[in-house]
């Protein structure tokens, strides 16, 4: 385990009557970003809520850092510093940039006492943020929301981030933003398990790749490998990169 943080063994999610993760196993490298890539409907969002205990796994483990926490409550499992940024964001709408951080600062309980050279760094991730600090969050745009989110998932340091597709409906330059404030944390030591859509985001930033089909991992190994493979491309998503 010790060249990975993450680790998923045949791990089985039923959501109701639904059996939706048929045996999952999926390792993520310390230190790297790993795409979690597959049609709509393969499992990568059951997968991601899994981990974060938001749905319970009814067979197989969860490992984080070689614990245990298939069985811990999503608010356990957050505070072995793992951030979630869900598909929709999560955030407060009638709250303020300001607070939406705060909340997020488990240190601070007001807003002086956030790690300032932290927040200093933040923003020059993302500049929106400082921008609209007094501002309602919900007045921002869909980019600036998804900034709002990756920010507040990493106002304090993390060991583990997991997104869930940051792309899905930016435009280009916000993307581009995007892409490099995940290369900026990759490169600060944290690991990133993502969920992507934008094949150009997924080929500019993914160290390594797991491809979901039908609730199991199809396929796992080198970004690289995979786009620069047009037939294995065609064969696990049905299209090229």
Do not use: C
């Not at 007094?134 to 340091?157: C, D, F, T, W, Y």
């Amino acid at each position: 385990m010790s060249d990975y943080l993450l680790a998923l063994s045949g791990v089985h999610t039923h959501i109701g009557a639904y059996h939706i993760l048929h045996g999952v196993d999926l390792l993520v490298p310390r230190g790297q970003l790993t795409m979690l890539l597959g049609r709509n409907g393969a499992g990568k969002t059951t997968t991601l809520r899994t981990i974060m205990g938001l749905w319970q796994a009814s067979k197989g483990t969860v490992r984080f850092a070689d614990q245990d926490i298939t069985r811990l409550a999503t608010p356990q499992i957050a505070q072995l510093n793992i951030a979630y940024v869900p598909e929709n964001m999560g955030i407060f709408s009638d709250l303020t940039v300001k607070e939406n951080m705060l909340l997020a600062a488990r240190s601070a309980s007001r807003a002086n006492q956030m790690d300032e050279a932290r927040l200093k760094w933040i923003f020059s991730l993302f500049p929106p943020v400082e921008k609209f600090w007094n501002h309602p969050a919900g007045k921002l745009s869909g980019g600036q929301k998804q900034m709002l989110a990756v920010a507040r998932a990493i106002v304090e340091p993390r060991e583990l981030l997991i997104v869930d597709e940051p792309s899905k409906g930016l435009a280009p330059a916000i993307i581009n933003n995007m892409i490099d404030a995940f290369a900026q944390l990759k490169a600060s030591g944290v690991t990133i398990l993502l969920v992507e859509q934008n094949i150009n985001f997924a080929k500019r930033l993914g160290d390594r790749v797991a491809v979901m089909d039908n609730g199991v991992v199809v396929h796992a190994g080198s970004m690289h490998a995979l786009a620069e493979d047009e037939e294995l491309q065609r064969d696990l998503l049905g299209l090229s990169l």
